[in-house]
């Protein structure tokens, strides 16, 4: 049960867009499209963002998008908010557990 | 409004053990599998077990396999972590999660620090 490999920074300007990769193996994201993505401000909960690869919760902005190739999973942001910036962690499901990401620190410059 | 809230965590010496409960409200407990994620200070999220509705599949993360147990009781609620064997590297903010779509987690309650040490 290895962790999912995230980059550990991204970065951009309000109103950009801004990419965070979460790369896995063929035993889980690639095996499944049961890849979630959690977005979590420092001192609170972990927030639900996309679930199974695309989906989005009720009342999640459309800002936030999933999609995957491969062995490996994204996540977009567009139009950068200065309450974007916050720590966001994949997870995926690995057939017999789950996984989560190391987390990608995202700073609104 | 869906609340989930964590207790019996605290300080405890290397090999010891320890119970953790959550107590649920607000939705209908019964039918949800349901997790236990754990967080160490300044570090990433980590998966440690779930159970489904019914007991039927409990998983257990590599790292806590053999020394935790996960356990719930419909009737009252509650979900259980017994954590026995404990180490140093057990130190962490355990969280009780309800799982959406069989595949994500929804809802988080606040946690309960675990901290080992001797």
């Known amino acids: 049960q290895s962790a999912l490999t995230q980059p550990p920074s991204a970065s951009g300007s309000p109103g950009q867009s801004v990419t965070i990769s979460c790369t896995g193996t063929?035993?889980?994201?690639?095996?499944?499209?049961?890849v979630s993505w959690y977005q979590q401000h420092p001192g609170k909960v972990p927030k639900l963002l996309i679930y199974?690869?695309?989906k989005r919760p009720s009342g999640v902005p459309d800002r936030f998008s999933g999609s995957k190739s491969g062995n490996t999973a994204s996540l977009t942001v567009s139009g950068l908010q200065t309450e974007d910036e916050a720590e966001y962690y994949c997870?995926?499901?690995?057939?017999?557990?789950?996984?989560f990401g190391g987390g990608t620190k995202l700073t609104v410059l | 409004e869906v609340q989930l809230v964590e207790s019996g965590g605290g300080l405890v010496k290397p090999g010891g053990s320890l119970r953790l409960s959550c107590a649920a409200s607000?939705?209908?407990?019964?039918?949800?599998?349901m997790n236990w994620v754990r967080q160490a200070p300044g570090k990433g999220l980590e998966w440690v077990s779930s159970?489904?509705?019914?007991?039927?599949?409990?998983l257990y993360g590599d790292s806590v396999k053999g020394r935790f147990t996960i356990s719930r009781d419909n009737a009252k609620n509650s979900l259980y972590l017994q954590m026995n064997g404990l180490r140093a590297d057990d130190t962490a903010l355990y969280y009780c999660?309800?799982?959406?779509?069989?595949?994500?987690?929804?809802?988080w309650g606040q946690g309960t620090l675990v901290t080992v040490s001797s």
């Open positions: 607000g939705f209908s407990f019964s039918v949800y599998t």
């Open positions: 999660a309800r799982d959406y779509s069989g595949t994500s987690i929804d809802r």
């Open positions: 199974e690869v695309t």
């Open positions: 159970i489904s509705s019914n007991t039927n599949f409990i």
């Open positions: 997870s995926s499901y690995t057939g017999s557990s789950r996984v």
């Open positions: 063929s035993s889980d994201v690639g095996a499944y499209n049961y």
